[in-house]
């Protein structure tokens, strides 16, 4: 059975950084793609950051570009995102999935193993 868990969650003030994890189990973790998404209270769960299976293709949603940085090690089945320059609006439940196959995807849909969230709380 697969089952992913994150980790790293926290509360930090604004500029301040947090790393995420997430290990994955029950998979071959290096033929998944892996994604952060993120939802905040009252919205919709969107797509965050995501890695292909090699972590040689990488893409970002362009609210975190430059700040947010994600990779994997495939040995150890983990996936990370290094969130850097937090801001207020970064405040969100933060999820890892896993997606079979190649290709990254920005869309919750595209992904079917999902953990249960780390909360991270950037204070102003």
């Known amino acids: 059975q697969v089952q992913v868990v994150e980790s790293g969650g926290g509360l930090v003030q604004a500029g301040g950084s947090l790393r995420l994890s997430c290990t994955a189990s029950g998979l071959t973790f290096d033929n998944y793609a892996m994604g952060w998404f993120r939802q905040a209270p009252g919205k919709e769960r969107v797509g965050v950051s995501c890695?292909?299976?090699?972590?040689?293709?990488?893409w970002y949603a362009d609210s975190v570009k430059g700040r947010f940085t994600i990779s994997r090690d495939n040995a150890k089945n983990t996936l990370y995102l290094q969130m850097n320059s937090l801001k207020p609006e970064d405040t969100a439940m933060y999820y890892c999935?896993?997606?079979?196959?190649?290709?990254?995807?920005?869309?919750?849909?595209?992904?079917?193993?999902w953990g249960q969230g780390t909360q991270v709380t950037v204070s102003s």
């Open positions: 999935a896993a997606r079979f196959g190649y290709y990254c995807s920005g869309a919750a849909g595209d992904f079917r193993n």
């Open positions: 890695i292909n299976p090699s972590g040689g293709s990488t």
